[in-house]
């Protein structure tokens, strides 16, 4: 294989790095209008009056639209539906395009201003008067749920969504766990983090009069979906004529799967003033309207024997949900996050019961990793503080509980007490990996003798398995989705022989352009750049459940693995037809038909131009070398891995300094080594970035405290040691290519990793848990409170 | 993110610069390097009708070895000032304090004159003029006039400096041979200014200077810590003396560190400034 398993460079970077990018920011169109948003300053307030006298009166104002104008359309719905336990239908309050009556939290939209530039508009947003009349807001989870607490929806008692449970029957696991030798409990908060893609959202409606055709370009993973929303519940439009496209991505982290008020609001409003609108998102907006991720309030509890195997496990958590369903929110602490409480561990019986909260604060949905972190984050800390309690070493516990290793060919996949069947797994080498490159055995001995010399160092464990290239449809329908969630891919071969590839999946950074291309050139045994990818617009795609769940190469990737195959198959009878033989005696390899034992062949430009100018042709065949096709994965796919963090902390100033990390993951099949070690690294990056500096501040009034870059801590290079990574690998045994996945690995595995060490370097003071992101402060105010002489 | 309309002027040299401050009066604004007044204007906290940009003026930018003291005019870059030979050969807190600033790209544009004018209580700058006994020399069209770096401070984002003013140089004597100072930076990581900064400088007889940025809402000389330390530069004495740190000052709080916090983080570095001066 000539690309396939190599470090090709990335084919788009070009065009990124030359600043040749095209945003949906950068697009103009003739006529176009610019929208500015006003945004309520009050996460709980009613609307008492919107005064837009003065700023309609400003010259270049084209219209102004407030929430009384959208009254009577519907707002934008949510895609999966998770019922109470008792079978009670999820409260799912309307999220209106603008509100008219009560802000539900800080940034929610009031009104639209469009104006004939960005800058009138602006000045227009600043005369508008907005009375409102605050009430107090229900933030804090905890408080939400009691009695008397202020409502986010009238209509939803005590901000309950739903509340759901699985997993083994509760009454065994208590009993397991009564029964168990050692219990260790964690109560916890898996915090709020604000995803903060570089580019930020933005949107462009134009309703062509002449044609009576709609086009949405917006900042999007999931254009086709979005247009189906758009199209089928909340505008109602005809959807053969309405088209969305997303160009070039600058991010999106799971923040822009789904289908915002905006994207609605500037097509419904390019159709009333027939005229093209960009609304696009300051800085302080993202902060604001960008679905954020986490915000789980958790207790675990995880019960061992006296030899150390877990008997147990038994999790209650709090899911935030903000003020409104966004697309894919019940499904995170549900069916994202229930499912993979098994982890690789043999534990017998596992309950998790979660109750999902509205409260005044923004949307909170899936954000990288989406429900695996906040396992993983409870699991691999329950394993580590288990380890201290019970003075075990943490990886020695881990082998004694991981599940033995299955192919999923010569051994079944393994089947959990959630609901998951694993595809394939061997968890040890991994491991055995990480300990190896960190130099475990030394590290015990240098950490030693740093405490006799005064100094804090730390180790920390994760090892973990994920669920990515979600899904089979059939099973996310059973579980409440709303939508199917295969994968379509087209592969048109033109007459030359090159080759265009219409993916469904979507890239937002993940480098598909080049990956995917990998995968044709060497199929079909061409050049590179022979091949080119499309994606993201909905007029050239057939259709495409977007780029998340780390699924685009597993699912997407297994679509146009199926498109090549039609394509081999139908060459196969052309070349037939040209070499004078039976198509049984004719084998493609690497760019050409050939005639088996002889040296007679016809290559793939030959065969393709056979095709299109079809003069000496198969009898009875179509002309044409264009296959499309439709992929439904047969299982989910379960990458693993294990990531060690070493960290150093400032015993005076409690800064806690991250030496090392190393990483071994396993995500199947690697098709291009370098973007999936990037990928790695952005994730392991990110998930540094929860345990130690990032977070959603907000006070007991609603507002985001820390909302701007000056005061919102991202992980950036320097707070960052030279990730040490490698990979076993075990395919998966379902989909052609044998890949998992590795978008979100990083993130899933690195935040538990980070918390551990620096628990272990804090374990003299007796301190075994705190609260993230593990800033100095908190970390030397735990040193101060603790009684202990170190 | 856009500023409210305004009106651009780019004055060749000091006097018309002044002149065009006097003709505006309070609807002008100065721009120096715009990293503080630019995000500013983009939030719309500060909406001036008239902006005249001193970036380009040629005799304002420079730092000049005048013998016994050295001058920073007042639209040095910090990077600039970070690799100056002069300003490291003498005054090592000040390259040291430049070369924290933000990043590479707030250092090759921000001033000197205008993180002082802006007085952002957690910028670096103000505390290391004043542990290093600068005089501010501020123009108007009226004449020159000159200001102690430690009367210059008044408050949060307030100075000394009156409308129609333009701080022009700053003059720092150069300490004896043999003074060894420091600047040290407990930084706030989401900007990178300073949750505490302190400068520090000690003389061949041990007479020491200590300042701090970031601890209070104005920087300030800690006069506690240098009666404390009383010329004995020993471990225990520094050690002793750094945990006087901003005595008797109000100390800001914020979700990065709280005043307890902030307090104890002084003392630290102070220490540990004060030891690199050993
Ligand atoms: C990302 C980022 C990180 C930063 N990190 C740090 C940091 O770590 N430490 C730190 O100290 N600072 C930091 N800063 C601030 C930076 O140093 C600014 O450059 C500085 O505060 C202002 O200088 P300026 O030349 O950019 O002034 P401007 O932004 O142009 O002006 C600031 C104010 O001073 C006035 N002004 C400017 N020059 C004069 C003058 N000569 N006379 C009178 N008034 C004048 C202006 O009218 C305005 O009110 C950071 C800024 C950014 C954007």
Redesign the pocket.
């Known amino acids: 294989m000539t690309f396939i398993g190599k470090s090709v460079k990335r084919v788009e970077d070009k065009r990124f790095l030359t600043g040749k990018g095209r945003y949906t920011d950068d697009i103009k169109l003739p006529g176009m209008t610019h929208a500015v948003i006003i945004r309520s300053p009050h996460a709980h307030a009613r609307i008492l009056n919107v005064n837009t006298s003065k700023a309609e009166a400003l010259p270049g104002v084209v219209k102004i639209f407030t929430g009384k104008d959208v009254a009577e359309l519907n707002g934008v719905p949510c895609g999966w539906q998770v019922d109470f336990k008792n079978g009670d239908t999820m409260k799912e309050p309307p999220h209106k395009l603008m509100v008219a009556d009560k802000t539900r939290h800080v940034g929610d939209a009031v009104a639209m201003i469009i104006a004939e530039t960005y800058a009138i508009a602006k000045d227009a947003a600043d005369m508008v008067v907005v009375d409102y009349d605050e009430m107090k807001a229900a933030i804090n989870m905890r408080e939400a749920i009691k009695p008397g607490a202020p409502l986010v929806h009238d209509d939803v008692p005590n901000n309950i969504c739903f509340d759901w449970e699985l997993g083994s029957d509760k009454a065994e696991v208590d009993a397991a766990m009564a029964a168990s030798h050692h219990v260790t409990t964690l109560e916890f908060i898996n915090q709020r983090v604000i995803p903060n893609a570089i580019e930020p959202r933005s949107a462009i409606g134009h309703y062509d009069t002449a044609n009576d055709r709609y086009t949405l370009y917006t900042s999007s993973q999931n254009p086709h979906l979005i247009r189906l929303l758009l199209c089928a519940f909340v505008l109602g439009l005809p959807e053969h004529r309405v088209r969305v496209v997303s160009p070039d991505v600058g991010g999106g982290f799971g923040s822009k799967i789904f289908h915002y008020t905006e994207e609605a609001l500037v097509v419904w409003a390019s159709n009333q003033i027939k005229r093209p609108i960009k609304w696009t998102a300051e800085r302080r907006e993202s902060f604001m309207t960008d679905a954020h991720g986490r915000d789980h309030v958790t207790k675990a509890e995880m019960g061992f024997d006296a030899d150390g195997k877990m008997t147990a496990l038994r999790v209650k958590t709090l899911a935030n949900m903000g003020a409104y369903l966004s697309t894919f929110a019940p499904c995170v602490p549900t069916w994202l996050h229930g499912t993979l409480l098994q982890g690789l561990y043999t534990t017998p019986k596992v309950h998790v019961d979660v109750t999902a909260v509205f409260t005044h604060t923004t949307a909170v949905d899936a954000y990288r990793g989406a429900g695996r972190p906040e396992a993983t984050y409870l699991l691999e800390r329950l394993i580590d503080t288990a380890a201290l309690e019970m003075k075990m070493d943490p990886a020695e516990l881990r082998y004694k509980n991981f599940i033995p290793a299955f192919d999923g060919v010569k051994q079944e996949g393994y089947t959990t007490q959630v609901a998951l069947q694993y595809d394939s797994g061997n968890y040890e080498p991994v491991l055995k990996r990480a300990l190896e490159m960190v130099g475990y055995a030394d590290f015990r001995k240098e950490q030693e003798q740093a405490r006799k010399d005064g100094r804090l160092l730390g180790i920390g464990f994760s090892t973990y398995v994920e669920a990515c290239g979600i899904a089979p449809s059939a099973v996310v329908g059973a579980l409440g989705a709303r939508a199917g969630l295969f994968e379509s891919a087209h592969v048109r071969v033109q007459p030359t022989g090159k080759v265009s590839v219409y993916t469904g999946a979507h890239s937002h950074g993940q480098g598909h352009e080049t990956t995917f291309a990998q995968i044709v050139a060497d199929k079909f045994g061409i050049p590179l750049e022979d091949v080119i990818l499309e994606h993201g617009d909905s007029d050239s795609v057939a259709f495409g459940m977007g780029t998340y769940g780390s699924r685009s190469l597993a699912v997407g990737g297994s679509a146009i693995v199926k498109s090549i195959e039609k394509v081999i198959e139908k060459g196969t009878k052309i070349a037939a037809h040209l070499l004078e033989a039976a198509e049984t005696d004719i084998e493609f390899a690497e760019g050409k038909w050939t005639v088996k034992g002889s040296d007679k062949s016809v290559g793939f430009g030959d065969v393709s131009l056979t095709a299109y100018v079809p003069h000496n042709y198969p009898e009875g065949l179509e002309p044409g070398l264009d296959f499309s096709s439709f992929y439904d994965p047969a299982n989910f796919t379960y990458p693993f891995g294990a990531h060690i963090a070493v960290v150093e902390i400032d015993k005076e100033t409690g800064k806690v300094d991250l030496k090392r990390f190393v990483a071994v993951d396993d995500v199947g099949n690697v098709i291009n080594p370098m973007i999936v070690d990037g990928q790695i690294h952005g994730g392991v990056a990110q998930g540094i970035g929860q345990a130690l500096f990032e977070g959603a501040i907000y006070d007991e009034d609603g507002q985001l405290v820390n909302g701007t870059y000056?005061d919102y801590t991202m992980p950036r290079a320097d707070d960052l040691p030279m990730f040490e990574v490698d990979r076993t690998v075990t395919p998966c045994p379902h989909n052609p290519l044998g890949v998992k996945g590795a978008g979100e690995a990083g993130c899933i595995g690195s935040t538990p990793a980070v918390a551990n060490a620096v628990m272990d370097a804090l374990s003299p003071y007796g301190i075994f848990d705190l609260e993230m992101p593990l800033t100095p402060e908190r970390v030397w105010t735990a040193m101060q409170n603790s009684d202990a002489v170190v | 993110m856009i500023p409210t309309q305004v009106e651009y002027h780019r004055p060749k040299t000091i006097a018309e610069a002044l002149e065009l401050l006097q003709k505006f009066g309070e609807d002008a604004?100065?721009?120096?390097?715009?990293?503080?007044?630019?995000?500013a204007m983009k939030l719309r906290l500060?909406t001036p009708a008239q902006l005249i940009d001193?970036?380009n003026i040629p005799d304002?930018t420079g730092i000049d070895d005048e013998g016994d003291h050295i001058v920073i005019w007042?639209?040095a870059k910090?990077g600039e000032i970070a690799s100056s030979y002069t300003i490291k050969e003498h005054l090592n807190m000040v390259a040291e304090a430049a070369g924290?600033?933000?990043?590479v790209?707030?250092r090759n544009?921000?001033?000197i004159?205008?993180?002082l004018?802006?007085a952002?209580p957690?910028?670096?700058?103000p505390a290391v003029m004043i542990a290093a006994d600068a005089t501010f020399v501020i123009a108007s069209t009226s004449g020159e006039r000159k200001v102690a770096a430690a009367d210059f401070f008044q408050g949060l984002f307030m100075t000394d400096?009156n409308e129609g003013?333009?701080?022009?140089q700053i003059h720092i004597p150069k300490p004896p041979a043999g003074t060894k100072s420091t600047y040290e930076k407990f930084?706030q990581p989401a900007?990178?200014?300073?949750i505490v900064g302190c400068a520090a400088m000690s003389d061949p007889d041990c007479n020491v200077r200590v300042a701090f940025?970031g601890v209070s809402s104005k920087p300030f000389r800690d006069t506690g810590i240098e009666e404390a330390l009383a010329g004995d530069m020993t471990a225990s004495s520094i050690e002793a003396a750094a945990n006087k740190a901003a005595e008797g000052v109000s100390v800001m709080s914020d979700h990065f560190a709280s005043e307890k916090y902030r307090r104890h983080i002084a003392k630290v570095y102070a220490k540990r400034a004060l030891m690199k001066l050993v």
């Open positions: 000056m | 604004k100065i721009l120096a390097g715009g990293h503080s007044l630019i995000p500060s001193i970036a304002l007042a639209g910090h924290m600033i933000g990043d790209q707030v544009f921000g001033t004159g205008g993180s004018a802006h952002d957690a910028a670096d700058w400096l003013e333009i701080l022009t930084v900007s990178r200014f300073a940025a």
